[in-house]
């Protein structure tokens, strides 16, 4: 079997159920949905397993605290955490709980072989020690008097318990060359390369044998050889990946995705030393192969600050789910920053690009496309004999449309990187993204809503034509991260059953010279894929003083002068009618950090409710004047031939208080 057709097994660590599932759970966990699905579009057999890790201490007493016995808050917080992903469209194969007795064999089955194992030195790999330390309970670890600060663990800010205690020990310095030299020859992979670089750190830092088992904590699963002892987190978690596939009980199905399947563990840099040192000794040492491969994507803050309870409130993924539906959901989530890439999560934008990428972009043209050839086609589309591609301005678009395949296929699978896959789910989400902005330009520059008035022509059909492929391949491309939606447009398009078309082969790249492929129709929309959302939050305003003075005009200006005007993004947030004077319209609008009032006279063009959550453009250096007694920090830019007007505004979104020039 090559690599490039091996079974792909893809998982995301188990959570800790001590908490209820967040957005930094949600985003690892789309991460892992969407790149199962984009594998299964290239053709590969895929597996996707996530879960949850229930024995701690920890677990036990937030359960005691709570009036619950572990195992039942366990079942209460495990069902939690399916909720959640069942919400999102998450499409698990294999649910991991470690209280389930598969897992809990299994990891018995791996300890006893640990046990009997010896070195190559003769010496056991497992053996018993007497160990003093400080011990965290939010943490499950033993901390070091360094960590410290002001004699508390720096991350939970309690006092840590000193604990002496007999504990076995795994020879972890036996595998540290050979797990060292795997990681430096990329038989374990792990992206991003800097992540690779930080792991390498750890090993010139030295590396030491660690606890895998505590005399005192109850919740957990006992040591075959010595029930007086419990496994110790890291050695109950990490070997879910492999009981959930049949290490203790079905021995094909566990090599087929483990030891002939590419593997790939999907994480945050919070547990990366576990799963790049630990987990791959532990494999060597009970005879089974390392993990191919770990991506470490970003840690991410939200709005700036580290995700605190409160913050997980306002961001909780059932509350992303209710404003954006899953489909929205998912997309914001995996698209505020590059895979891999630190980040921050500015909630206060989300409905900004929701309005911009799905409601606008996508959502219009989908409804565009689908009224057009309802209209003007009977709903079917135009088949080659009413085509005049010679003669049409659509090659570039269909280029395009060819080539966003490709783009898609490089995002997953790069060539460069073999005998891994070197992912960014961002770059193929873009490829579809920039199928649809493309084919919004092409529909701009075409009018076919124009040429449509003098009835159906070829030249009518080889647009609405390329466009209707068009979403069909973006539909496609998108139902990675957007699933349902994706499959709703292939229904707009007349496919009855759209699982059918989920697949890169219904993509031929000699499109459009062999049309095999037109959608059968008929085509129709009941509702927009993306209704727009106008809800956005309303900022205080602050007033700034004010001075009254008059600009002078020239008609001919210097690029110095040009300059001297400072032009800026400015979001709206609020908008009302100016009392008394109809064409007013007062807004308040954001700059950044910075709010301003404006008065405009556009009221007979806009409604205040139309204007809410725009971009414009506005002149933010204009010398604050009063229009009407009413205060004007900045002048709007708008473009008028005297009947219309329509104001200035940008091209995707882009944070407010940017500037132009
Ligand atoms: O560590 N940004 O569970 P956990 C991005 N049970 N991802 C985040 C995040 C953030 N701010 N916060 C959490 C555990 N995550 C162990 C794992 S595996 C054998 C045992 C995601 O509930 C990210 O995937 O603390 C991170 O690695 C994981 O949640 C930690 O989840």
Known sequence: MTTSNRPIYITTPIYYVNDKPHVGHAYTTIVADFLTRAFRLLGREAFFLTGTDEHGAKVAEVARANGMTPQEWCDKHAQLFQDAWKRLDINYN??????????????????????????????????????????????????????????????H???????????????????????????EKDEIRILPEERKNEVLGLFKQGLEDFSISREKVD????????????????????????TAIGYGDDRPN??????????????????????????????LAIGEAPPKSLFIHGYFTVNGQKMSKTLRNTLDPHAMVDQFGPDGARYL??????????????????????NADLANDLGNLVSRVVTLIERHYNGKQPSPGEIDWENSHATPLQVKINGALTDFHNALVSPAVPPIFSIDPNDAINAGLTLVR??????EAMKPWAIAKNGASPTLAVILSTAAEAVRRAAILLSPIIPTKSREILRALGFNNPEEELSLDGLDPLWPSN??????????????????????????TEKRPVTETTVVAENVVTIDQFRQTQLRVAEVVAAEKV???????????????????????????YKPEDLVGKTLVIVANLQPSKIRGVESQGMLLAASNGKTLRLLTTDGVIESGSSIG
């Open 333 to 354: 989530l995996l698209t505020q920053f590059q895979f891999g890439q630190d980040g921050d999560l500015k909630a206060d934008l989300f409905v900004r690009q929701f």
């Open 157 to 183: 800010l309690t006092k840590p318990q000193e604990l002496r205690e007999k504990n076995y020990f795994f020879r972890l310095t036996a595998y540290l060359d050979q797990v060292r030299d795997k990681i």
């Open 438 to 443: 493309e084919t919004n330009r092409y529909m």
């Open 94 to 155: 294999y649910f991991v709980r470690t209280t389930d007795d598969r897992h809990v064999q299994g990891v018995r089955k791996m300890l006893e072989r640990l046990h009997a194992k010896k070195d190559d030195e003769g010496r056991s790999l497992v053996y018993e020690r007497e160990y003093i330390g400080l011990y965290c309970l939010g943490c499950e670890k033993f901390i070091t008097e360094k960590e410290l600060v002001n004699g508390l663990c720096p991350e």
């Open 515 to 540: 049309l095999r492929r037109l959608c059968p129709g008929p085509f129709h929309l009941d509702a927009p894929i993306f209704p727009r959302l106008d809800k956005i939050e309303v900022k205080a």
């Open 219 to 242: 919740w957990g699963i006992p040591l075959p050889w010595d029930p007086s002892q419990n496994a110790y987190v890291w050695v109950d978690a990490l070997p879910n990946y492999i």
């Open 254 to 283: 566990f090599d087929k995705w483990w030891t002939e399947g590419q593997v790939l563990h999907l994480m945050a840099k919070d547990i990366l030393k576990f799963h790049a040192v630990y987990w791959p000794a532990i494999l």
């Open 579 to 605: 009392e008394g004077a109809d064409k007013l319209l007062k807004l308040q609008v954001a700059l950044g950090e910075e709010r301003r009032q404006i008065v405009a006279g556009i009221a007979l063009h």
